[in-house]
């Protein structure tokens, strides 16, 4: 399994590295949006649930990029034959395309919360960072293990690009509430004392009802 | 020894039927070579046979193990060369190869030794879609026989090889190999000269199935009629 792993894993890294189709289009989507909402608000910045909505909704709709592209090398180019091929599990592909995802999502935020603290944030992210980096993974998680469930269902339809987003979507609204309303108090001018344990716990299950969800189902995605 | 065994195949496309009472035997280390026109069902029995797609009906045993229920016995066995390369493009020929390699648990020497063989060694550090289409066709070839499969499914095998690359791929892919092979083909002549055993397929069902050596190059011409 984990030479398998390694081996899906090297070669997603190899094309997104030769093609540059999902980190820098996610990043450059998120960018554009925090622009548009810094001038579209004109307001000198915002905070509380109105900064945390703002930046969760943006980086999940970066998200749906990334999710959209998952699979399409592998279904164009005949990827997913020369896997199943192969005498190697096939949760496998699962498991690298869940670490492809969040690699991605990983890569594109390190470029997109910076530029959301810069336009949006009047107050530096310092002392919430810590707290804030709890959430994005609990959150980028979630989307990696539900975007790749989605994006192997959808790939294979001939409306892949309307079909994944509409999947995506109403799977991914409980994972903009949870990181919304753990994020927004962190953001908050005022400091609220809440605590976003609660919203993390909430993000934490509903990984790990959607891991096993995937782990179930995803060999029937690639049969026949 | 029985390498293929498949008695009243059945599989459809929703209403449409692919094949239907397909039934043939083929002995190991023997060539079936299977004609029809497009849309005969050749590519959907090469699939089958691939453990790609589930037959909808009757029995298929490939290598000793039923399909679809020892589907992942027969995985790694089998080499296929379909009418897509199963190639990233972005990658190069020798990427390609590590990257099957390593899913076949097959060592990097072995990939130099096929990329010798397919004489690609010299352009395999240039991404696929560089490459010609026979170019593309022989690092295809390679990668189907890289794990050194006891069967070959050849889909069109020389199709966009020149007939140098042909005489290059035949100890891989051609009698020479000693492996039991079934080949989808177009070509009358060369077809019949590689087949043991003949099938003739037209709107998924079974035509023909004969020794090669009772048939003429006549009848596989009235298929495409």
């Known amino acids: 399994m984990r030479r398998t792993v390694g081996a899906l894993l090297r070669k997603e890294l190899l094309v997104e590295l030769r093609t540059l189709e999902s980190v820098p289009g996610m990043s450059l989507f998120a960018v554009s949006t925090f622009v548009i909402f810094h001038f579209a608000l004109n307001r000198s910045s915002v905070e509380g649930d109105l900064a945390s909505g703002i930046l969760w909704v943006t980086?999940?709709?970066?998200?749906?990029?990334?999710?959209?592209?998952?699979?399409?090398a592998d279904a164009d180019q005949g990827g997913f034959d020369g896997f199943l091929l192969a005498p190697v599990d096939r949760s496998a592909m699962l498991v690298a395309k869940v670490l492809t995802l969040l690699g991605f999502l990983i890569a594109f935020e390190i470029v997109a919360v910076p530029a959301f603290a810069l336009l949006l944030l009047g107050s530096s992210l310092g002392d919430a960072m810590p707290d804030l980096l709890i959430t994005l993974a609990l959150?980028?998680?979630?989307?990696?293990?539900?975007?790749?469930?989605?994006?192997?269902?959808?790939?294979?339809?001939?409306?892949?690009?309307?079909?994944?987003?509409?999947?995506?979507?109403?799977?991914?609204?409980?994972?903009?509430?949870?990181?919304?309303?753990?994020?927004?108090?962190?953001?908050?001018?005022?400091?609220?004392?809440?605590?976003p344990l609660r919203?993390?716990?909430?993000?934490?299950?509903?990984?790990?009802?959607?891991?096993?969800?995937?782990?179930?189902l995803f060999d029937f995605l690639l049969e026949d | 020894?029985?390498?293929?065994?498949?008695?009243?195949?059945?599989?459809?496309?929703?209403?449409?039927?692919?094949?239907?009472?397909?039934?043939?035997?083929?002995?190991?280390?023997?060539?079936?070579?299977?004609?029809?026109?497009?849309?005969?069902?050749?590519?959907?029995?090469?699939?089958?046979?691939?453990?790609?797609?589930?037959?909808?009906?009757?029995?298929?045993?490939?290598?000793?193990?039923?399909?679809?229920?020892?589907?992942?016995?027969?995985?790694?066995?089998?080499?296929?060369?379909a009418h897509e390369p199963l190639l990233y493009r972005e990658l190069t020929a020798r990427e390609n190869l590590r990257f099957h390699a390593?899913?076949?648990?097959?060592?990097?020497?072995?990939?130099?030794?096929?990329?010798?063989?397919?004489?690609?060694?010299?352009?395999?550090?240039?991404?696929?879609?560089?490459?010609?289409?026979?170019?593309?066709?022989?690092?295809?070839?390679?990668r189907a026989v890289l794990h050194d499969p006891e069967l070959l499914l050849l889909d069109e095998p020389h199709s966009n090889l020149d007939p140098a690359a042909v005489e290059l791929v035949a100890p891989l892919i051609g009698a020479a190999s000693k492996r039991t092979r079934v080949i989808c083909s177009h070509d009358p002549g060369g077809g019949l000269a590689e087949a043991d055993l003949v099938l003739g397929l037209r709107a998924g069902r079974m035509v023909l199935l004969r020794e090669a050596a009772e048939v003429q190059p006549g009848e596989i011409t009235e298929l495409y009629r």
């Open chain 1, 59 to 72: 980086l999940l709709f970066a998200a749906i990029l990334g999710v959209n592209r998952l699979f399409v």
């Open chain 1, 139 to 195: 959150g980028d998680l979630g989307v990696a293990v539900i975007g790749t469930l989605v994006a192997a269902l959808a790939v294979q339809t001939r409306a892949r690009d309307l079909l994944g987003p509409l999947l995506a979507l109403p799977l991914l609204v409980p994972i903009v509430i949870g990181g919304a309303r753990a994020t927004s108090p962190l953001l908050s001018v005022s400091h609220p004392t809440d605590s």
């Open chain 1, 199 to 216: 919203w993390l716990l909430t993000l934490g299950l509903y990984d790990l009802i959607f891991g096993l969800i995937a782990f179930a």
């Open chain 2, 1 to 81: 020894m029985v390498a293929l065994e498949v008695e009243g195949l059945a599989r459809h496309y929703g209403e449409r039927e692919a094949l239907s009472e397909v039934s043939l035997t083929l002995q190991e280390g023997q060539t079936l070579v299977v004609f029809g026109p497009n849309g005969a069902g050749k590519t959907t029995l090469l699939r089958i046979l691939a453990t790609l797609l589930r037959p909808h009906g009757g029995y298929v045993s490939v290598l000793g193990s039923q399909l679809p229920e020892e589907a992942w016995a027969v995985r790694g066995r089998v080499g296929l060369l």
């Open chain 2, 102 to 142: 390593r899913l076949h648990g097959v060592g990097e020497q072995r990939v130099e030794e096929v990329l010798e063989a397919v004489a690609i060694s010299s352009r395999a550090g240039e991404p696929l879609r560089t490459l010609s289409r026979g170019m593309v066709q022989l690092v295809a070839v390679a």
